[in-house]
């Protein structure tokens, strides 16, 4: 199994800034792509960036320019640092990874796995 687990979410003013980071943790052979999606409500879940481990990057729309995606291999960590935050910037921010891991019993698998969610606003 792997575990994602997510910080960094909170509430800030318009123009502001912050970080998200995701841990990944697990029997992981490696991470293949590592990505931050979110959710608003009312609304579907949107890919926002996306990272491979050669370091390639992939940013919507809505987000480029103010989005910057990062990675630390050694760590199986993912960065996501957020600036000039919009009112409709606020969502719940998902962490997702894909790779290959290895049971302690059975063989080398595939995976993706979502993180539990982290809450962003951004609001005066």
């Known amino acids: 199994q792997v575990q994602l687990v997510e910080s960094g979410g909170g509430l800030v003013q318009p123009g502001g800034s912050l970080r998200l980071s995701c841990a990944a943790s697990?029997?992981?052979?490696?991470?293949?792509?590592m990505g931050w999606y979110r959710q608003a409500p009312g609304k579907q879940r949107e890919l926002v960036a996306t990272?491979?481990?050669?370091?390639?990057?992939n940013y919507a729309d809505s987000v480029k320019r103010r989005f910057t995606i990062s990675r630390d291999n050694a760590k199986n960590t993912v960065y996501l640092q957020m600036s000039s935050l919009k009112p409709e910037d606020t969502a719940v921010y998902y962490c997702?990874?894909?790779?290959?891991?290895?049971?302690?019993?059975?063989?080398?698998?595939?995976?993706?796995?979502w993180g539990q969610g982290t809450q962003v606003t951004v609001s005066s």
């Open positions: 697990g029997n992981i052979i490696t991470i293949l792509t």
């Open positions: 997702n990874a894909e790779g290959f891991l290895q049971p302690a019993t059975a063989p080398s698998r595939n995976f993706r796995a």
């Open positions: 990272i491979i481990s050669g370091g390639s990057t």
